[in-house]
């Protein structure tokens, strides 16, 4: 953390342990600084950058173990109260739609991986899904079904890690270690399948890699039978804590509305009261067979954010169950040429990721690349709702709120 | 067996080299009712560690010997400290932190080979583990954590990425490979590694600190070949023959 007084920023300054007049430390500014070095480029930056009285700057970040990666955000603090907020994003930027145009489209979905690196699996599922329509291919009903079968199982993982962390930056340590006993056992289900741990790589345009195999299932009936267990021992540690409901329950309100003006999905918005969930309003896959909720909240608070995340773990269970019991036979990929070089044509497809909507524009131009290779990431839209809800919060609650959206760094700058 | 008895002695043959007078620490607290045991049977005359290592007696006898002496080169001593509490810096760049934390937390416990507690600053860590993607943007600040931790330091490059650019090798905004800007102790390929395979890391990194006992100083920028005294790699360039490599940011030779 960076304090600084108001002052612009690429200015000397006589450092603070000069009581010696005579000594003064000719200082450059850098990107490190809370005041950027440059002049205002809209209003909205002049207004921020501008201190009324009583008012200083704080930054936190890039490197702040509660940002979730690289994020910096700029506070404008007067006391411990924030006043305003300037998020600053594109520390992770790698270029990977960049990548993509010079890939053909199998190389893609390994490129793609990285992006919500705590979600790769929906990473994969939002490309193969619009190349598929690119290719005017069918799926094999099998593949579908592995392919929700993993996906949810990813989602379970993602929504520990988010339980763990939230109480993490509230300031408990013990639940991260109970989510991250839960990551690892599925991710080495999901590596017996797969291969890897976080970046799968799984899916391919027409199906999925491999079938499954027998030190996956054993993996996963082995999970399953205390699956909902765990779930309920991990929430009796937090959901009723008294330290993590008094700060969670009524801060970084927002109405579903706003919520919506905002491009909030996933979770996040749900919390509003808004049941807008991909799997139910543009159904894909083999979601309308089965049966499931959308877990809702009314109160728009982060305590809401929380609670519907765990309403969708239980869910993501019951989906799993049903996904294992109907399970066809058949095969898990459609026939496909090496080389694919579909007709030139447009393509969106979207799905319902951990943190939202989760979507990929593509360009086909009938090479076997895609032309141009668009991804719509959700934390990059919850983001944005950071600012409206973490005014007039303490410092410390301003983390909570950003903990509680659920932004990953690598999906936001991409 | 020589005499036990007598006091703690005086340096009788300080090395031109030494940094200062030998620390003299009596043992009054304890001693063992086996003289013999703990390496008590350790000539007197002996007050530096690299003349007990000429004496042939090495081990954990030398180490763990009666503290009558402990020798100066204050630093080959605090080295083995600090091989025995490494703690890394908490930053996650990328993907590779989630295994970080995965290797820190209850299923792989870091902590059982003594890489003790995540610091989140900088001022009181010693190694950094660059756990991600390093872009050019974000390159100016980990730099800067970098030079805001103290030495001694070390660091420990996870991920494909961080060694070599990896994946993104033909993306524009990242910079290929980290020891293009800093100094990298150990490499950790993988994409991302697994838990183990950064605790093995971490394993080699301690062996390295010991090997390079008290001249953790000499740490070049960039790739360079292996030199002798690094202990971990034989293998190096003619005997007498020293690369050249340019030292950029405090590489004293």
Request: one cysteine or more; aromatic letters at 8%.
């Amino acid at each position: 953390m960076t304090a600084t007084g108001p002052r612009r920023g690429g200015q000397s300054e006589t450092a603070g342990w000069a009581d010696d007049p005579g000594i003064s430390v000719e200082r450059p500014a850098t990107i490190w600084d809370a005041v950027p070095p440059i002049s205002p480029r809209s209003e909205r930056e002049a207004e921020f950058y501008s201190l009324e009285d009583g008012e200083m700057l704080l930054n936190l970040g890039p490197q702040h173990p509660s940002t979730h990666g690289v994020l910096r955000v700029v506070a404008k603090i007067r006391g411990e109260t924030v006043v305003d907020l300037d998020p600053v994003i594109g520390y992770l930027h790698r270029g990977v739609e960049k990548i993509c145009e010079q890939s053909d489209y199998h190389m893609c979905l390994s490129q793609v991986d990285p992006l919500d690196y705590i979600s790769a699996l929906h990473n994969e599922w939002a490309p193969v899904m619009a190349f598929e329509k690119l290719f005017d291919v069918r799926v094999p009903r099998r593949a579908e079904f592995i392919r929700v079968l993993v996906a949810e199982l990813n989602r379970i993982y993602s929504h520990n890690l988010y339980m763990g962390w939230l109480a993490l930056d509230i300031g408990g340590l013990t639940p991260v270690l109970y989510s991250f006993i839960e990551r690892d056992e599925i991710v080495e289900m999901l590596a017996a399948l797969t291969g890897q741990r976080i970046l799968f790589n799984y899916f391919r345009v027409g199906g999925v890699n491999w079938d499954l195999n027998p030190e996956f299932l054993s993996r996963l009936a082995d999970w399953m039978s205390h699956a909902l267990a765990q779930v309920e021992a991990n929430t009796t540690l937090i959901n009723e804590n008294e330290i993590l409901v008094k700060r969670t329950k009524g801060l970084g309100v927002i109405d579903g509305k706003t919520a919506l003006a905002l491009n909030m999905t996933g979770p996040n918005l749900r919390a509003t009261g808004v049941p807008f969930d991909v799997r139910r309003a543009h159904p894909f896959s083999i979601y309308p067979e089965l049966e499931f909720d959308v877990p809702v909240r009314e109160e728009g608070d982060t305590y809401a954010r929380y609670l519907v995340r765990v309403d969708e773990i239980k869910q993501s269970i019951r989906i799993i169950d049903q996904v294992i019991n109907e399970m066809p036979d058949g095969p898990v990929m459609a026939k496909m040429p090496w080389k694919i070089t579909p007709r030139p044509g447009r393509a969106w497809a979207a799905i319902e990721s951990p943190r939202g909507l989760y979507g990929c524009y593509a360009m086909s131009d009938g090479t076997n690349r895609p032309y141009r290779m668009r991804i719509h990431d959700p934390s990059f839209n919850n983001l944005q709702s950071l600012q409206p809800l973490s005014e007039n919060v303490m410092i410390q609650d301003a983390i909570a709120v950003l903990a509680s959206l659920d932004p990953v760094m690598g999906g936001v700058d991409k | 067996m020589p005499d036990l008895s007598r006091g703690p002695s005086t340096p009788s043959a300080a090395p031109p080299d030494s940094d200062a007078e030998p620390i003299v620490v009596p043992n009054d607290f304890w001693s063992s009712s086996n003289p013999a045991a703990y390496g008590g049977g350790r000539p007197p005359s002996i007050t530096h560690l690299h003349e007990l290592e000429a004496d042939g007696i090495q081990g954990d006898n030398g180490r763990w010997g009666r503290l009558d002496v402990i020798p100066a080169r204050s630093d080959i001593l605090l080295d083995l400290l600090r091989v025995n509490s490494l703690w890394p810096l908490l930053s996650g760049l990328a993907c590779c932190a989630i295994e970080m934390m995965s290797a820190a937390t209850s299923v792989n416990d870091m902590d059982r080979f003594s890489m003790f507690p995540f610091r989140a600053s900088p001022r009181q860590s010693d190694v950094l583990i660059v756990a991600g993607t390093l872009t050019t943007k974000m390159a100016g600040p980990l730099l800067r954590l970098w030079e805001e931790m103290p030495e001694p330091k070390w660091c420990v490059a996870m991920g494909d990425c961080t060694v070599s650019g990896g994946r993104y090798k033909r993306s524009y905004s990242v910079v290929q490979g980290i020891d293009r800007i800093m100094p990298v102790d150990v490499y950790v390929p993988g994409c991302p590694p697994r838990p183990e395979g950064l605790i093995y890391g971490m394993m080699k990194l301690q062996q390295l600190i010991v090997a390079r006992r008290g001249r953790w100083a000499e740490r070049a920028v960039g790739p360079r070949p292996p030199r002798k005294w690094d202990g971990m790699n034989e293998s190096g360039g003619e005997p007498g023959h020293e690369p050249e490599w340019s030292p950029v940011s405090g590489g004293a030779r």
